[in-house]
């Protein structure tokens, strides 16, 4: 098993793709034992496919993408400057709002964090913005896709874990709001110390905001849509993201009516992209995933930590640790399909809710692509806005710790992640 962990990881540095730096160790485990047979690794790929509820992915992925060309994305961006804009600071709490609703529709940190680059960071540079400071909110701001429902990361975490779908959207609910609301604030002292201006002059008067509410209702309904059919057995989260694609078409193309035939041609094609290379990061990974089952690594881990200490909350702590130091090498799918096997048995057994662990799994590993030395949203974000990386990381710090913050609060008080859905499932 280690020669397997470091063959891993020096496929990964050496820039190999994560499907076949996972999938080149995993074979080689199959070839070299002396007690499974290799067509068992044909069988573990093949059966990695033959899962209802891994039909959520690629529904999911297909609804987030025709959603950016419904005609969604400027009447969130309307509606949400009209709610912040005339804080200190304005387009970066339009920014940050726009994420926590955008959350609800693309469910894809990186996405969420490359179309704002593109649409609002050039105006906040515009109005005076360092880029660093811009980058800096658009890249953490999107983290709080990771736990706002319908997250991509969150189907494949309770796939994998064998958690309720369901209850992870619905404790994802209260952290991302909370998460909105302290990024929010974040950028208001920092705007406010530094002169930023709102983007507007006044606060808008009512009607002005309910007509913005109801230009942007259909993308604002989504979520409501979502959780409430989940929780009330119209739809299992596999069937809701056939109703997504569904609503996305019905919206882009009867409602708003800017949806063509060749823009979802176009979102077709950038789909099978997508789904195809999440796809075989699952079926190559499900040959690690039995190696690790076989290996008894999540027994031998939590005995080894379990000797370390006899308090589970450091244990906790320590893994979560772990994870933050992961995601920064590791792209966060990659690291929900290889850990969530090895961890969830072990906070199981502490006493943990893995619910309440998968949603601070995700938080953590999503962040971690918003940091060095690898993460995708930040190198995606400062290459669109040309930012040097080294002004983003230390414009990005007061919201990273923000995070940190937030998420150690979790840790302590589980009840904030788990009454929603302890109330309402």
């Not at 109801?214 to 979502?226: G, R, S, T």
Request: glycine share 10%; proline share 6%; aromatic share 10%.
């Amino acid at each position: 098993m280690t020669l397997i962990v470091i063959l891993f990881l020096f496929l990964l540095l050496t820039g190999m793709p994560a499907a076949f730096a996972i999938g080149l160790p995993s074979f080689l485990f199959f070839m070299q034992s002396d007690f499974v047979p290799i067509n068992i690794a044909v069988q573990r790929i093949a059966g990695a496919t033959q899962s209802f509820p891994l039909l959520a992915v690629p529904f999911f992925v297909l609804a987030g993408n025709l959603m950016n060309v419904t005609g969604i994305t400027s009447r969130l961006i309307r509606f949400s400057t009209l709610c912040t804009g005339w804080i200190a600071g304005g387009l970066a709490h339009v920014c940050i709002l726009l994420s926590a609703i955008m959350g609800g529709v693309s469910g894809a940190a990186v996405a969420d964090a490359a179309m704002e680059a593109r649409i609002l960071g050039p105006t906040m540079i515009g109005r005076g913005f360092s880029k660093g400071y811009t980058c800096g909110v658009i890249a953490l701001g999107s983290l709080i896709t990771a736990t706002i429902p319908p997250s991509i990361g969150l189907i494949l975490y309770g796939y994998v874990g064998g958690v309720s779908i369901g209850r992870l959207f619905i404790a994802g609910i209260v952290p991302g709001v909370m998460m909105t609301v302290a990024l929010m604030a974040t950028a208001y002292f920092i705007a406010k110390r530094r002169g930023y201006k709102p983007e507007l002059s006044e606060i808008p008067p009512a009607r002005e905001v309910l007509r913005g509410l109801n230009e942007a209702k259909y993308a604002i309904l989504f979520p409501v849509f979502l959780i409430g059919g989940i929780r009330f057995g119209v739809f299992t989260p596999s069937e809701a993201g056939a109703f997504c694609v569904l609503y996305a078409l019905a919206v882009g193309l009867f409602i708003y009516k800017e949806m063509t035939w060749q823009s979802i041609w176009d979102v077709l094609e950038q789909t099978v992209g997508d789904v195809g290379m999440i796809m075989l990061i699952i079926m190559l990974s499900s040959m690690l995933g039995y190696a690790i089952i076989f290996e008894q690594v999540p027994q031998n881990m939590a005995a080894f930590m379990l000797g370390l200490t006899n308090n589970s909350t450091v244990v906790m702590i320590l893994i979560l640790g772990f994870l933050v130091i992961a995601g920064m090498f590791v792209e966060s799918t990659v690291l929900v399909l290889l850990l969530t096997p090895i961890f969830v048995p072990i906070i199981t057994q502490l006493g943990f809710d893995p619910v309440h662990f998968g949603i601070l799994m995700m938080s953590l590993v999503t962040m971690g692509s918003m940091t060095p030395p690898v993460g995708v949203a930040m190198f995606t974000v400062c290459g669109i806005l040309k930012c040097p990386t080294h002004e983003y990381v230390m414009e990005a710090l007061p919201f990273t710790f923000t995070i940190i913050i937030l998420v150690s609060i979790l840790i302590f008080i589980p009840d904030v992640v788990l009454f929603l859905p302890n109330l309402l499932m």
